[in-house]
Each structure stands twice: as structure tokens, then as C-alpha cells.
């Protein structure tokens, strides 16, 4: 009888050791995957958010600030994607432009993965892969697939009910983790109020003259396909877009900024700092709910049939066909509304004008595929590559 | 720093497990239960998610 | 593709049924079923059988913070228990208002709330004050099935409660609304409904006590016990809960688990009895392992069903019904989905569905609100029924689960259809966010 527990306890002591150390492992390595970025011809110079804010030091939230200097003096703009690590189109948009810009004129400050920490966490309960691959033409590029919110393995405890600095709103307790929840953000606040602290800062010292913050939404989400602008931003959001929509056929609305929801980039940077604050939402039908299996493949092309079915009752917030919402799409509109944007308000304010060629646009994109516009590290100088 | 008590406390938690499985004599499915809640937490203690 | 998904989802169905005809436990089966679902979808590579463990454990960290706040406020009122102290306070309730019947439902409901409301968990509720409730309900003439029903239905409401209610915590988080507003269009329902609850099932006296006997059936408090034993721990809990939000920007974060924690050693320090504490946590872990369990297994459920579609399936089939169809099966899609999915029924259909009621005029905050009380209900449906699981051991009813849930009916429905109609009038009831602010 007593031989026999035995027997039964190693059995499931192994069981348990399989499904932990089996389970465990591909989770351990997504944390330590570095995905290699090639310095373009317009970077020059790159250094670490943490310059900005001490409070970063050591920690697995300091991240790679890419810096493109033009010869001209100018304006400067700050670019920020994976704020929320599970809307790649974002950090795809911006890896395009650190291995491609050419600044002329101006300043371009370049913060590829916002949120470090979430980029290098997983979303518990909601299945989605671990990585991505974007075909180019030397191989495939591998990306992590990241969580909206920093790792609590980072930030942990949550509070019961996070309490948004300065205004006192109170936001549900996961928002602690929410790099878009915790703007202005504070030098010795939570560590995601740290990262948000220095971007600030970056701004104030930087005198950066726009911010761009680049995500995605559902299709569900009424806040989708759209750039979100405070009352300052207003005018060039609206220029930006009827002139995208006038020359290269795509459609993106503006959506004001509620005065009242804090804690929102789009809110709080341009409350708190001169710069003027514009955030991009391209739909991403990968994190809608109603939804088949949460594959790679539909991270990518951005096909599903019940969403299809759906938009039939018109209950999607996006034109959504059989075509689905491919990641060509998505990139293309942030590469292209990013630089409308700089354009416009170089032409409103021309001595600080932020001048960039060498990014696609949304057609060149669409056409050749985001991968095209990949450097292969293999055959790049050493000196150019950054793991991030 | 409020960090270190949580590792602490699932330390606690797991070994409170661990101590409950070895006790058990009979039940397996309870050996099999104190297993289950004790793959997050080990996994936390380590610092692998 | 929803053919494949629902091969899949007939997959876990049945596996989940062939364990339970095994006799084996609602969490092995709810394991088996993640499983048998996971390799279902493995078949047709959503997800790769490679990536099979990972899912699994993955998605047993969905839930792990709740993991702590159970285990460390069981383990809290446990030593508070142990102490004496919750006999103290519940001999005092009796002694004081036994003849005032009233009063006493009504101070009780208010115990059980307390806690729920706190951490928006209603098993904390019954894991704290539970016991001892059900104890004094009894000594007032309550038959144990009605004890049970009426913990069942206020432990419930006491998760909806503000400030604390992690349905609206989870939907406000993946609609971008804010949580605030709350207080109002949770708070004035849950007490209307819980005095509505008590009332209904407590008010008859069925079983013949006196007052003298009521007083004897109650266990002994050590002589030492007193006011100041009692309260300091919950005066450790609430000042470190309050302190971050009256001082959020000096006052660390220290986070349910360790308030509970801090609030433990302070119960255990001023008790008048000493206590071992490692044995005591041990039992504990022992009495909770049921419920631990469950939320792990539910965190796999929910990653594999995601994974392979199911979950999607689930949701498409919520909003693609017609609006008033809809609104109407909300009585029944809630609750139901809470059985399955608990907390994560919130994200599942949760979420699309505040969306879509958004975007066609209803407002969101009291349309959440509404539906947070719809949600505790599901808590007594299986698989899970968590809370209704807890209501039955901690009130020691012994019969039949479903005349136990039979019995809960009336206060059932009024739920249903308040819940319902602030949804329907959710436009209209906007004041009740703004005074709320």
C-alpha cells in the first residue's frame, strides 16, 4: 500500500517536472530572444532611455533610443512604438524607419520598443505565439510577440486600484502595467511611470516639437483606423489625414482626446510639455474576441471569418472584406501618416521643420512587403547592429 | 523592494503545497491538485514568467 | 472554420463529461478537458503540439495574483478564527439583536459584504466571515439550506460591490473606459437586493429556538478576547488598503496579498491564544486546494480555448444575436459563462459585448455595472461554482446541490431583471456615474 503512493507520487512528481520544464522553457526563452536592428545610413547616434532618467538604470525597462541627426538645423520629433507590446505594426513601422530614414533636416528620435518590459512578456489566458516572422528576401526576421503590459516579473505587486499621477483618477489596477495609463509618469514612481517620466524628459530637454505613439486597435473598438489628437494637434491630425486619404487612397479619422480619461499619451504629453502629441491606431484584427485560433498566420494577414461575418452585420468600426487587414496595410499607413505628419508641421512652422526621405509609404509597402525593408544582419557591419 | 515579500510569500505558498503533497497518503487526485497550483508558482519563484 | 472549432469545443465537452463519469473531481476534469482540447486543436495545428505545454502553463499564471489573495486572506481570517475573534464578534451580534431579527439579517448582510467588497471576491468573503455568519443565522432559526442560499447570493453581491469589482475592473481595462463612477450604480443595487435577499430567505423563523439556547449553541470565547483583539488586524488591513489612497503618491504599493499578510501577523500577535502558524497555514492550503486548483485549471481552459478558436467561437456567438434577443439572453449567457470561464467571462464576452452596446447609444459604465451583477450568479453553475461550492461547506448543508440552488430562486430572479433593466435603461441611469464622481 505504502510502495504504492510511492509509485503514484514519482509518477506525478514527473508529470509535473515534464509539463513545468517543457512549458517553462519556450516562456525563459521569449524573455532572453534579442531581435538584432540594423543602423541605417541616418542614424547617428544611439543611447539609452535610462540617459534621461536614472531611475531606468540596471532595469529590464531601459530600452534603445535611436537618434537620426540631420546636417540642417531643425525641428525634432520623437517616435514611440510597442507602448503596448502585442500591436507590432508599431515597432515594425519604426524598425523601417531606423534602417531606412534619412534625415535632411531636423532631428528624429526613435524609440522602437517603448515598453521593454511588456515586449519581453506574454498575455496569460490568451493563446497568441510567441514570436513572428516577417518573410525578406535573405530569410525570415524573427520579432517577439509581447503583452500590452510590462511583466510583473519587472512591477509586481498591482496595486488594488491604480491611482494615475498627478490627477488622482483612479484606473483599473492593471493599468499599473500600462505604459499608455501612466503618463506624465514620475522619476521615483512604479517602474512603468519611470519609463513614461523619461520619454517626458526627453521631450522637455529635447524640445521635441511632435510625438507620435503607434498602435493598434481592434476592429470591435470604436477608437480604431484614426489618429488621436488633442485640441493642439488638431489641425495638422485632420491636414494629415484628408491629405493621406486624397493621395494615397487609404482612410484614417481623427479622434479628439478626452480631456477627462487620463494617464493617455495623447492627453498628458501635451499638458505637460510643449511638444505637440498625435497617436495612431491601425486595425489589428488578431485582438478582436470574436475570433478563430490566435495564429501567426492571422497576426499577419489579418483574415478571419467570423470577423467577416460580423462586418456583414455591421458591428466592425473598419471596412473589413475577405482581404482581412494585412500587416502590409497597417505598417504602410503608420510609415505613411508618420511622415504626413512631420510634413504638415514643417509647413506650419518651416524653421522647425523635421525633413525625412529613404521611408516607404503606404503603397511602396503594400507592394513590396514590410520585410523588403529589412537589413540583413548577417552581412551588416558589426558596429551597426543593436539587439533590442 | 515590496517585490521581495511576494517572492516570499510564494515561497511560502509553495512549500505549504509541497508539505500538504507529501502528507497525502491517499487522495491522488489532492496529490495531483497541490502539483497543478504549484506550476506558477514555481515558475514565478524562478523568474521564468 | 467554426466546423473545426466546434469539433474542438465538442472535444473538451466531452472529455470534461467521460471524467466526470469517472468520478473523477470538477478540477481534474476541467484539467482533462483543457488538455483534451489543446491536442483537438493540435490535430489541425491551432496551436502546434510543440507549443501544447507552454499553453498550459502559460495560462495557469492568468489568474496567479488571485491565487495569493486567496491563500493569504484565508490564512488571515484563519488566525482571526482560530483566535476567537469571529465568535466574539458574532456572539455579540446575537446577544445584542436577536430580538431585533431585522437589525441582525441586516448587520450580518453587512459582514458578508465587507470583505467581498474589499477585494471583489465573494469567496473571500466566505472564507473570512463565512463560518461564523452561517453560524448565527442558524442560532436565529434559518434552516441550513436557506444559511447557505442566503450566503450564496450576498457573498456574490459583495463581489460586485465597489469600490472593489474585478468584473468591471477587467472590462473598464479592455474598453479603455475608466473606473470610476462605480460607487453609485453598484453600490445603491447591491444593497437594495441584499436587504431584499436576506429578508426574503432569513425573515420566517423555521427551526424553534430561544434566545437562552441560541446562546448556548455558540462556541466559547476565550476569556482574554476582547474589542481591541478584534479589530486591530482589520484596522491593519483597512489603514494599509486606505493609506495608498488617501497618500497614493508616498504610500508604497503593497498589494492585496500582503496587506493580507501584514494584517495576519498582526491578528496572530494579539491573539489571546497561541497559534501555531505553520500548521494552520497548512490546513488552510488544504481546505483551499479545491479552489486553488480551479483557478488554475480555469487560466489553462481559457489560454487553450483562445488558442484554438473556442473562446472566439463562444464570443461570436454572443454578438452576432439580434439586440433585444440578445439583452433577453443575458439571463441565461452570463451566468453561464461565468460557470465556465469565471473572471475570464468578463474578457470573453464581456468585452465585445460593452463595445457594441457603446457604440449604439447605451451607456457603458451602468451597462457594466448592470452586468456585474449578473456575473456573481454563474458563481453557483457549474463546472466551477465557486461561490456556491464555498456557501454550502462553510454553511455544513449536507443535501442535494440543486435544492440548495433551487431555493435561492426569488432573490435569483429580482437580480436578473435589475441587472437586466439597468442595462436596457443604462442611458437613462447616467446620473447615478455622475453623482457617483
Not at chain 3, 454563474?378 to 456557501?391: F, N, Q
Amino acid at each position: 500500500m505504502m510502495r504504492r503512493t510511492w509509485v503514484i507520487k514519482a509518477i506525478l512528481v514527473v508529470s509535473f517536472l515534464a509539463l513545468t520544464i517543457l512549458g517553462g522553457l519556450g516562456l525563459y526563452e521569449q524573455r532572453r530572444f534579442d531581435i538584432p536592428i540594423v543602423a541605417g545610413p541616418g542614424v547617428t547616434k544611439v543611447v539609452k532611455l535610462s540617459d534621461y532618467s536614472q531611475g531606468l538604470k540596471g532595469t529590464i525597462a531601459d530600452t534603445l533610443v535611436f537618434i537620426l541627426e540631420g546636417k540642417e538645423a531643425g525641428g525634432k520629433a520623437l517616435i514611440m512604438a510597442n507602448t503596448h507590446a502585442n500591436e507590432p505594426e508599431g515597432m515594425l513601422a519604426a524598425l523601417i524607419m531606423i534602417e531606412n530614414a534619412v534625415v535632411d533636416r531636423g532631428t528624429l528620435i526613435i524609440i522602437p520598443q517603448f515598453n521593454h518590459s511588456a515586449s519581453r512578456n506574454t498575455k496569460p489566458g490568451d493563446g497568441y505565439p510567441l514570436y513572428f516572422e516577417i518573410e525578406t528576401e535573405w530569410g525570415k526576421k524573427t520579432f517577439r510577440m509581447g503583452n500590452r503590459d510590462a511583466s510583473p516579473l519587472d512591477q509586481w505587486p498591482d496595486p488594488d486600484v491604480y491611482i494615475h499621477y498627478p490627477e488622482k483618477q483612479l484606473l483599473s489596477f492593471i493599468d499599473a502595467r500600462n505604459t499608455n495609463r501612466t503618463w506624465p509618469g514620475r522619476p521615483n514612481g512604479l517602474l512603468m511611470e519611470r519609463v513614461t517620466f523619461a520619454a517626458m524628459e526627453i521631450m522637455r530637454r529635447e524640445k521635441v516639437d511632435i510625438a507620435v505613439d503607434i498602435h493598434g486597435a481592434e476592429t470591435m473598438f470604436p477608437v480604431t483606423n484614426c489618429i488621436v489628437a488633442p485640441e493642439k494637434s488638431l489641425r495638422i491630425a485632420t491636414m494629415a489625414a484628408l491629405t493621406v486619404k486624397a493621395k494615397e487612397g487609404f482612410d484614417s479619422h481623427v479622434e479628439p482626446s478626452p480631456v477627462g480619461f487620463r494617464g493617455l499619451s495623447h492627453r498628458e504629453i501635451g499638458d505637460h510639455a510643449e511638444t505637440l502629441p498625435f497617436l495612431l491606431e491601425a486595425p489589428i484584427p488578431f485582438l478582436d474576441q470574436p475570433t478563430g485560433p490566435k495564429t501567426e498566420k492571422f497576426l499577419l494577414d489579418g483574415k478571419d471569418p467570423f470577423l467577416l461575418s460580423l462586418a456583414r452585420k455591421k458591428k466592425l468600426f473598419v471596412p473589413y472584406d475577405e482581404s482581412g487587414w494585412p500587416v502590409e496595410k497597417r505598417v504602410g499607413q503608420h510609415c505613411s501618416l508618420t511622415m504626413e505628419i512631420l510634413r504638415q508641421h514643417a509647413k506650419r512652422v518651416p524653421d522647425r521643420a523635421v525633413e525625412v526621405r529613404g521611408v516607404p509609404r503606404y503603397a511602396d509597402i503594400v507592394k513590396n512587403g514590410v520585410g523588403s525593408y529589412f537589413h540583413d544582419p548577417a552581412k551588416a557591419e558589426r558596429s551597426k547592429i543593436y539587439l533590442n | 523592494m515590496v517585490m521581495i515579500f511576494y517572492y516570499v510569500i510564494s515561497a511560502f505558498l509553495a512549500v505549504l503545497l509541497i508539505w500538504n503533497f507529501i502528507r497525502e497518503k491517499k487522495n491522488v487526485e489532492d496529490m495531483a491538485l497541490y502539483l497543478l497550483v504549484l506550476v506558477p508558482l514555481v515558475l514565478r519563484i524562478l523568474r521564468v514568467k | 472554420m467554426s466546423g473545426q472549432i466546434g469539433i474542438i469545443l465538442g472535444v473538451m465537452i466531452l472529455a470534461y463529461a467521460a471524467a466526470k463519469a469517472a468520478k473523477l473531481s470538477v478540477e481534474i476534469s476541467m484539467f482533462l478537458s483543457a488538455v483534451a482540447g489543446g491536442i483537438g486543436g493540435a490535430l489541425v495545428r491551432t496551436p502546434s503540439f510543440g507549443q501544447l505545454f507552454r499553453h498550459l502553463v502559460e495560462g495557469s499564471f492568468t489568474y496567479l495574483d488571485v491565487i495569493l489573495v486567496f491563500s493569504t486572506a484565508t490564512i488571515f481570517m484563519a488566525i482571526i478564527s482560530e483566535s476567537g475573534g469571529v465568535n466574539y464578534v458574532v456572539r455579540a451580534t446575537v446577544r445584542y439583536f436577536y430580538n431585533k431579527r431585522v437589525i441582525a439579517l441586516l448587520l450580518l448582510m453587512i459582514i458578508i459584504l465587507i470583505p467581498g467588497a474589499l477585494t471583489g471576491a465573494g469567496s473571500i468573503s466566505l472564507l473570512v466571515v463565512g463560518a461564523p455568519v452561517a453560524m448565527a443565522l442558524g442560532l436565529l432559526g434559518i434552516p441550513k439550506r436557506r444559511v447557505a442560499a442566503i450566503l450564496f447570493i450576498v457573498a456574490g453581491l459583495s463581489a460586485a460591490a465597489p469600490p472593489v469589482n474585478i468584473w468591471a475592473m477587467i472590462l473598464t481595462a479592455g474598453t479603455a473606459i475608466p473606473y470610476v463612477g462605480f460607487e453609485l450604480p453598484l453600490g445603491i443595487p447591491v444593497l437594495l437586493l441584499g436587504t431584499f435577499t436576506v429578508l426574503v430567505l432569513g425573515l420566517r423563523k423555521q427551526a424553534a429556538t430561544t434566545f437562552e439556547k441560541a446562546l448556548k449553541g455558540m462556541p466559547e470565547v476565550p476569556a482574554k478576547m476582547s474589542w481591541w483583539r478584534v479589530l486591530i488586524p482589520f484596522l491593519v488591513f483597512f489603514g494599509s488598503v486606505l493609506a495608498y489612497r488617501i497618500w497614493p503618491f508616498r504610500f508604497p504599493v503593497l498589494g492585496l496579498p500582503l496587506e493580507f499578510t501584514l494584517s495576519a501577523v498582526a491578528a496572530w500577535l494579539v491573539s489571546p491564544k497561541k497559534i501555531n502558524i505553520l500548521t494552520l497555514s497548512r490546513d488552510t492550503v488544504k481546505r483551499l486546494l479545491p479552489l486553488l486548483a480551479t483557478i488554475v485549471v480555469v487560466g489553462m481552459l481559457q489560454q487553450v480555448m483562445t488558442a484554438t478558436g473556442v473562446r472566439g467561437l463562444l464570443s461570436f456567438a454572443v454578438i452576432s444575436t439580434p439586440l433585444v434577443l440578445l439583452i433577453l439572453s443575458l439571463a441565461v449567457v452570463i451566468p453561464v459563462s461565468e460557470g465556465v470561464l469565471t473572471y475570464g467571462a468578463a474578457a470573453v464576452v464581456g468585452i465585445p459585448l460593452i463595445w457594441y452596446l457603446d457604440s449604439i447609444g447605451f451607456h457603458a459604465t451602468v451597462a457594466i455595472a448592470g452586468l456585474t451583477l449578473l456575473w456573481p450568479l454563474g458563481d453557483g453553475l457549474p463546472p466551477t461554482a465557486l461561490i456556491g461550492r464555498l456557501s454550502v461547506m462553510v454553511s455544513e448543508y449536507k443535501e442535494s446541490y440543486w435544492k440548495f440552488l433551487r431555493s435561492t430562486w426569488l432573490p435569483w430572479l429580482l437580480i436578473t431583471i435589475v441587472g437586466i433593466l439597468m442595462i436596457v435603461f443604462s442611458a437613462r441611469l447616467e446620473f447615478l456615474v455622475r453623482w457617483s464622481m
